[in-house]
Antibody, heavy 118, light 107 residues
Framework: QITLKESGPTLVKPTQTLTLTCTFSGFSLTTNGLGVGWIRQPPEKALEWVALVYWDDDKRYSPSLRSRLTITKDASKNQVVLTMTNMGPVDTGTYHC??????????WGQGTLVSVSS | DIQLTQSPSTLSAAVGDRVTITCRASQSVGFWLAWFQQKPGKAPKLLIYKGSSLESGVPSRFSGSGSGSELILTISSLQPDDFATYYCQQYNSFPWTFGQGTKVEMK
């Protein structure tokens, strides 16, 4: 059974750095073709791709967020970590961790709500 | 970036209705498009990938068609469990992008 679970702070202050961890089970990020990504959703708004990392450590970032993002994987711990610097109120939303197979987000974590407020 | 525009944004339908949602892309995405269903407070669920391939476990009343710049999601006979918001997403080229969503509500 494949599961993904996001963890991290629920509240960050403006200008702070957000660190989110995706802990997964049921697959290995050393498997050819697999990737783990992050998708976010502001309250009552549409979904937005943030970043992803593939089994071979190929990384892709949203161009609009790229300067603020770092994604890393630790396959031995079954974890992917996303850091986003200089957080602002517009970054408030639910952040989902997803398993990518053949480019498609097939499995989703339940998501974690991050609020940015002083 | 490839822009995806879904129509309609909101759709009122009754149980048993045939429902179609269109996803138009600002440039061709081939058939590299997925459809997701999202219910309030829940994570999205994959319905269709590669334009028309039904994800395992998804009811056959859901189907995808089209390619290039216009792709369509069809629900052949709307069921009570299908009232939700639907999103298309292209994975033809980075950055991957989503449509703005189509809310299917009860008439």
């Amino acid at each position: 059974q494949i599961t993904l679970k996001e963890s991290g702070p629920t509240l960050v202050k403006p200008t702070q750095t957000l660190t989110l961890t995706c802990t997964f089970s049921g697959f290995s990020l050393t498997t050819n073709g697999l990737g783990v990504g992050w998708i976010r959703q502001p309250p009552e708004k549409a979904l937005e791709w943030v970043a992803l990392v593939y089994w071979d450590d190929d990384k892709r970032y949203s161009p609009s967020l790229r300067s603020r993002l770092t994604i890393t994987k630790d396959a031995s711990k079954n974890q992917v970590v996303l850091t986003m610097t200089n957080m602002g109120p517009v970054d408030t939303g639910t952040y989902h961790c997803v398993l990518l197979f053949r480019g498609v987000a097939r499995h989703w974590g339940q998501g974690t709500l991050v609020s940015v407020s002083s | 970036d490839i822009q995806l525009t879904q129509s309609p944004s909101t759709l009122s339908a009754a149980v048993g209705d045939r429902v179609t949602i269109t996803c138009r892309a600002s440039q061709s995405v081939g058939f590299w498009l997925a459809w997701f269903q999202q219910k309030p407070g829940k994570a999205p669920k994959l319905l269709i990938y590669k334009g028309s391939s039904l994800e395992s476990g998804v009811p056959s009343r859901f189907s995808g068609s089209g390619s290039g710049s216009e792709l369509i999601l069809t629900i052949s006979s709307l069921q009570p469990d299908d009232f939700a918001t639907y999103y298309c997403q292209q994975y033809n080229s980075f950055p991957w992008t989503f449509g703005q969503g189509t809310k299917v509500e009860m008439k």
